[in-house]
């Protein structure tokens, strides 16, 4: 097990220094001068040459990456364009929102999509398992972006049940963490569907049906907790996906987090948040399966790590 | 494997996997959605009646329009009034009714570079006004032929991006999965690191460093195809690789890239075909998702998710503008997905009943 963990870990070194890479490129590779790109249109020629010496950018490329990479290990990512501030104090400000509106998005999927599917699986053929099912073939297509839109036409605009947009109460977090769930929702429903069925077809849960238990028991003590397995792992990548989809629906909820942060900074070109961000995003995620890998071998002892 | 066999009667059979496609309502369902969209894409300027850019200062946010089913003097037909906006901007109905007629002459127009030139239209109104179906957008251009228009664009995105992952991917997947070594080493790094950015922040990367617009868009979404592609081959090919047709082949004689596009190629096809009609509903999402961002197609291109974008700003006056786009985004989106579930049932034979 040890060694299973050192190996998954230096596993996640090279992929940690490709993501590196790719963001040290990103400005590198971007039509136009990197200075002028990390500096803001507007920038006077001594913070020009000031940029130019800190990032190394008269130096060869793989200087430039070392100066980059030690930088950024310091915690170092640079000075927002726009508002003068260091790139770590921005991202310190708007991801504990992402977390947030990820951290509810999670329970309102988890809330929806685990009953559905255990519906749907121990009525498989009927209406309810048909609805079930419909509904998440509709939720896995609906573009967050337009969910959202109608929750708020629906629901903010129409009803004025919760605030349109922006954060602070709980009430702010209802509507985008449905909007950002429901995708998520509808897959841990599909999933735990076919891991129930799955389950329901073994000898053990004919055995416990035999000795006759009840119905509720054999379901919620022999199959549901076997079935949770694979739909744990689902669960855990998810979290990862959902930080993708938060990207998204902060920006229709004018939801400060980190996603609105991204593309606010892309459209005003300050590109050192802009690297700041996508850094952030890609390692939260790189880490968030690291652990749900880890975590699998805890929850399920037949696995073996050799 | 998948070709028609001759029974004894000399008569083909269906093959069963063809068989197998149409039995779900839900594959149905798919395929009427897919074929849809695409006779719209493909026909867009007939199917509209207007031009997908042509603004109508008095039309603004007209809400999809009513249409009556009794002529002035009681005909029966399909018949419209007039709605405009007042110089104040209050809507105003119009008294007179005017029919709707089919395949009607209107404004020309040329698609396919010039391949197809007609003034023909699937239907319009007989008089001096708009007709709005769907409604009308913040400068009066006509929603419907909007959409109609924006349906070539995204299938030309999905096209041409689920191509690119196809081109770049499988080759990448096949050889590194089939020979291994350090090409292989090197290749899944690439592909882990890709995938690190989960789902549109890869083509968000990319987008941020190419620069927006609808090329960037096809590009950037088709690089983000390649890791999944290259990922799904590979993972196909290690399985095939072992197999005793290929050691048979091997045997014989053949070369490796013999093997690799007669041998191993054919029988990875299945899961390429599924995950290509899912792909399709990926990157047609992602294009609409940046264009919804502010970082895909810009103004005045009728692209869906840049559509929804800007009906936003007025969703609680004229909430029709956001909802269509939204409503042709989804149901493209889960015809794809559809097609991509039935075409897996179909093609996997463990599934099989």
């Known amino acids: 097990m040890t060694t299973y963990i050192a190996r998954r870990l230096l596993a996640v070194i090279p992929t940690l220094l490709g993501v590196l890479l790719t963001v040290f490129l990103m400005v590198r590779l971007a039509p136009g001068d990197p200075a002028q790109l990390l500096a803001g249109e507007f920038a006077t020629p001594e913070t020009l040459a000031d940029i130019r010496q800190r990032f190394g950018l008269d130096q060869p490329w793989h200087v430039q990456l070392g100066l980059y990479a030690a930088n950024v290990v310091r915690g170092d990512l640079g000075q927002s364009v726009r508002t003068r501030k260091p790139v770590a104090y921005e991202l310190r400000q708007y991801f504990p929102n992402t977390l947030r509106l990820t951290l509810g998005a999670m329970l309102v999927a988890l809330l929806i999509g685990i009953p559905a599917g255990i519906i749907a699986a121990t009525r498989p053929g009927t209406i309810f398992d048909l609805l079930a099912m419909l509904g998440a073939l509709i939720g896995v297509s609906m573009p967050v972006f337009w969910f959202g839109l109608m929750a708020i036409l629906i629901f903010s605009v129409q009803l004025g049940w919760f605030p349109v947009a922006g954060t602070g109460t709980l009430w702010h977090l209802v509507l985008p963490a449905i909007t950002l769930g429901t995708s998520t929702a509808a897959i841990l429903a599909r999933m735990t569907r076919s891991a129930m069925l799955e389950v329901l077809s073994q000898d053990y849960i004919r055995t416990a049906r035999a000795k006759g238990l009840a119905g509720r028991v054999v379901i919620f003590k022999h199959a549901l907790r076997n079935a949770l397995i694979p739909v744990v792992t689902i669960t855990g990548l998810q979290f990862g996906g959902l930080l993708e989809g938060a990207v998204i629906t902060e920006t229709v909820f004018a939801w400060p987090g980190i996603g609105q942060l991204l593309v606010g900074s892309i459209l005003a070109r300050d590109y050192p948040v802009v690297q700041g961000a996508v850094l952030l995003i890609a390692v939260a995620f790189i880490l968030i399966n690291l652990i749900v890998d880890l975590l699998y071998g805890a929850i399920d002892p037949r696995i073996r790590y050799d | ?353």
């Open chain 2, 1 to 353: 494997m998948t070709r028609s066999v001759a029974n004894a009667a000399g008569k083909r059979e269906t093959p069963r996997w063809r068989r197998r496609l149409f039995r779900s309502p839900l594959a149905i369902a798919g395929f009427t959605l897919v074929g849809i969209f695409v006779l719209v894409a493909a026909f867009a300027p007939f199917i509209s009646p207007y031009s997908p850019v042509e603004q109508n200062l008095r039309g603004t946010y007209v809400p999809p329009m009513r249409i009556e089913l009794r002529g002035p003097e009681g005909q029966p037909g399909l018949w419209v009034r007039e709605v405009s906006r007042t110089p104040l901007g209050a809507l105003e109905v119009g008294q007179e009714l005017y029919p709707i007629r089919f395949f009607v002459r209107g404004e020309p127009w040329v698609w396919w570079g010039g391949l197809l030139r007609s003034d023909l239209h699937l239907f319009g109104v007989d008089g001096p006004i708009k007709f709005y179906l769907l409604g009308s957008d913040e400068q009066g251009r006509d929603i419907l032929s909007r959409l109609a228009h924006g349906a070539w664009i995204s299938l030309s995105i999905g096209l041409i991006a689920v191509s690119i992952g196809l081109f770049i991917g499988v080759p990448l997947g096949l050889l590194s999965g089939y020979f291994g070594g350090t090409l292989d080493l090197v290749t899944q790094r690439i592909v882990e690191v890709m995938l690190s950015f989960p789902g549109i922040l890869l083509a968000i990367v990319l987008v941020a460093t190419l620069g927006t617009g609808l090329t960037n868009v096809m590009i950037a979404v088709g690089i983000a195809a390649i890791p999944v592609y290259a990922r799904l081959v590979r993972g196909s090919v290690l399985a095939l690789r072992e197999r005793e047709f290929v050691e048979a082949s091997r045997a014989l004689g053949n070369r490796n890239r013999r093997i690799l596009l007669w041998h191993i190629l054919p029988n990875s096809l299945s899961p390429i075909i599924v995950q290509s009609s899912l792909q399709m509903a990926v990157a047609i999402l992602f294009a609409a998702g940046l264009g919804f961002l502010g970082l895909g197609a810009r103004p005045p291109e009728p692209e869906w998710g840049l559509m929804l974008a800007r009906g936003r700003e007025y969703l609680a006056t004229a909430p029709h503008v956001a909802t269509f786009p939204g409503l042709a985004i989804m149901f493209v989106t889960l015809g794809f997905n559809l097609l991509g579930d039935a075409l897996r049932d179909a093609l996997d034979p463990r599934t099989a009943q």
